[in-house]
């Protein structure tokens, strides 16, 4: 993983080699030769953030349709209120 800098200026016009660089590891965007900002790519992030995946992504995931989950049915009736004492 190597870290790259690069000033607010130079980032405002070629954000799309940071982005590319972000790819490599961190991106340090400096104002005034000191580090103000940091882009990371969406993997690094959920790394450093320790974020676990949702049930969305865990169901999104490939493979899932093999994954035999066949849950009971519930029934879920109304009773008179008599029958609830």
């Known amino acids: 993983m190597t870290s790259t800098s ?6 405002s016009k070629n954000i799309s080699d ?3 660089a972000a790819a490599d590891g961190p ?9 103000t900002h940091v882009l990371l790519s969406l993997d690094d992030y959920q790394k450093f953030t320790g974020r676990r995946r949702s049930i969305a ?3 999104a ?3 899932a349709a093999e994954i035999d989950f066949d849950p009971p049915r519930v ?3 109304s009773r008179p209120q008599d029958d609830l004492l």
């Open 61 to 63: 995931m490939p493979g």
């Open 18 to 20: 940071a982005k590319r």
């Open 27 to 35: 991106v340090f965007i400096t104002e005034r030769g000191k580090p």
């Open 6 to 11: 690069i000033s607010s200026t130079d980032f």
């Open 75 to 77: 029934v879920i009736e």
């Open 57 to 59: 992504d865990a169901l």
